[in-house]
């Protein structure tokens, strides 16, 4: 279980996160990296295309892809901004989004 400390003021670099896991677990600062790398390559196998789509990293968070289909263009749609006014709307292709979402011991850290 993590100790109580203070808050902190200004966010770490990535070196200094890798130092103060060292630090913490007593684990040399190169094979804190090596996790990380590890981690980063896992993330990478689960969300990439023809993948499962979602990862989770226990009680913190969950990453997942949503794919969002191509819209076709349309012509003389009303413009939200300027009633009466009509305007045409370009196509866009179909993409695919990157989603992070919080998980309840997360959330539980912010209040």
Do not use: C, W, Y
Not at 8 to 21: G, L
Not at 37 to 60: C, D, Y
Not at 76 to 89: A, I, Q, S, T, Y
Request: hydrophobic share 40%.
């Amino acid at each position: 279980m993590a100790k109580k400390t203070s808050p902190v003021r200004k966010a770490m670099t990535k070196s200094e996160v890798f130092s103060e896991i060292a630090e913490g677990t007593e684990l040399a600062k190169k094979d804190v990296a090596a996790v990380f790398s590890e981690l980063e390559a896992i993330m990478n196998r689960h969300v990439r295309k023809g993948a499962v789509g979602q990862f989770t990293l226990p009680g913190l968070l969950k990453v997942k892809t949503v794919k969002k289909p191509a819209r076709k263009a349309q012509k003389g749609v009303p413009n939200p901004f300027r009633p009466g006014e009509l305007m045409d709307v370009a196509a866009k292709p179909a993409t695919t989004k990157v989603k992070i979402l919080p998980l309840k011991k997360l959330k539980d850290m912010a209040l």
